[in-house]
């Protein structure tokens, strides 16, 4: 287990404040002061800096806030498994675009084994951000992350599509789209920090072109709300073709035939490298497939 000099290091990274973490702690400022100076001494690291009189904390500050976290979570988990007489509680996250498609049939596999479930559903960006600071077990994102960080493994692949209604006068051009034509479109395009934006502006980067260059852009935080939007005969979108199988089979939405737009994304189970339940995970992603 870890010493209390790392536990009050982890706090001082989330709250940025001595005087937060010692209230937090319920010990004096000095005595969170005197814990951080002392890690410092005993690792050789410096793990704060003052800029501006405001703290910072260093990479490798940062980097060992992380580790912290990490066997913080997993400690507590490992003990919980081994104290209780039941299956302790799996919390993971999903991605609000996943949460459409795919979670169901996670959440009743885990139901199935008689797991207790706790869920948040975010955008890729949080998701990634709680399994850092070690609030869930795993994540289910469509998005980019950082591989040094964290272990994977890929659920499938899945199209990755611009659909738009079916009477867009784009559609009566009975050809392939260029950029130049999506550009006079209105965009609905999920919020910053989304996986599914994440692969549209990268697509878009690679034509030397932005979000910000389509005639309007409508931004919304899930997808339901865009979908609907289309199917009332309003501009266009791009994303996971699962989410729209129901209205693409009814002919309510239609594909964008794109110029070069031929995406395929992958979908991840992500946790936390080196993790000790990384067989637990694997079993889950296992039956996924």
Request: glycine fraction near 6%.
């Amino acid at each position: 287990m870890l010493d209390r000099k790392m536990y009050t290091f982890a706090r001082l990274a989330q709250t940025g404040s001595y005087t937060a973490t010692a209230q937090q702690l319920f010990v004096t400022q000095p005595a969170v002061t005197q814990q951080i100076k002392a890690l410092e001494n005993e690792l050789g690291l410096s793990l704060v800096s003052y800029e501006h009189a405001q703290l910072t904390i260093t990479p490798a500050g940062q980097q060992l806030a992380d580790y912290i976290n990490k066997i913080d979570h997993e400690s507590q988990k490992l003990l919980t498994q081994l104290r209780a007489p039941v299956q302790p509680m799996i919390k993971l996250g999903c991605t609000r675009s996943l949460s459409a498609f795919l979670l169901s049939t996670v959440l009743q596999q885990l139901d199935d084994q008689g797991q207790q479930i706790r869920c948040q559903i975010a955008n890729t960006d949080t998701i990634l951000k709680a399994l850092t600071a070690g609030t869930i077990d795993f994540g289910l994102v469509e998005g980019n992350f950082a591989k040094t960080q964290f272990a994977s493994i890929r659920l499938r692949r899945e199209p990755f599509i611009g659909v738009t209604f079916a009477d867009n006068p784009l559609l009566a051009r009975k050809r392939p789209l260029n950029l130049d034509e999506l550009l006079t479109q209105t965009l609905l395009v999920r919020e910053p920090g989304s996986g599914t934006r994440e692969i549209f502006a990268n697509w878009l980067t690679m034509q030397n072109a932005q979000i910000t260059d389509f005639k309007q852009v409508i931004e919304i935080a899930t997808p339901t709300p865009i979908i609907q939007l289309l199917t009332a005969g309003c501009g266009i979108s791009f994303m996971y073709q699962s989410l729209v199988t129901a209205e693409l089979a009814t002919g309510q939405l239609v594909k964008l035939p794109v110029r070069g737009f031929e995406l395929q994304h992958e979908i991840n189970l992500v946790y936390p490298k080196e993790s000790y339940f990384a067989a637990q995970y694997q079993a889950i992603a296992a039956q996924v497939h």
